[in-house]
């Protein structure tokens, strides 16, 4: 079975840098998209970005445009969420997510979670 497992959260300052990774294992993924989500307390989980395994091609959310990168190791099955110049409001427990559906916003799409990792970025 399908398994992820997200590491790199913590807690940085505003302006600070994470990266995230998802290490995934249990599966072939060339035909995958593999998405980050994040859901911060009192809110509905929402889409940050994504990316075509196999192709590279990358999807970003317009809040996060110009300040996160999504890339991958195929290599090793594994996705990386580079996440610069972040902002209070980035606070949320952030989600990897694999699936093969061609509707890379909805969370609906995605058929495997990892369990999440907090990001937390003070003022």
């Known amino acids: 079975q399908v398994q992820l497992v997200e590491s790199g959260g913590g807690l940085v300052q505003a302006g600070g840098s994470l990266r995230l990774s998802c290490a995934a294992s249990?599966?072939?993924?060339?035909?995958?998209?593999m998405g980050w989500f994040r859901q911060a307390t009192g809110k509905e989980r929402e889409f940050v970005t994504a990316?075509?395994?196999?192709?590279?091609?990358?999807y970003y959310a317009d809040s996060v445009k110009g300040r996160f990168t999504i890339s991958r190791d195929i290599a090793k099955n594994t996705v990386f969420l580079q996440m610069n110049s972040l902002k209070p409001e980035d606070t949320a427990v952030y989600y990897c997510?694999?699936?093969?559906?061609?509707?890379?916003?909805?969370?609906?799409?995605?058929?495997?979670w990892g369990q999440g990792t907090q990001v937390t970025v003070s003022s």
């Open positions: 249990g599966g072939t993924f060339r035909w995958f998209n």
């Open positions: 990316i075509a395994w196999s192709g590279g091609s990358t």
């Open positions: 997510a694999v699936g093969v559906g061609s509707q890379y916003g909805s969370s609906r799409t995605y058929d495997y």
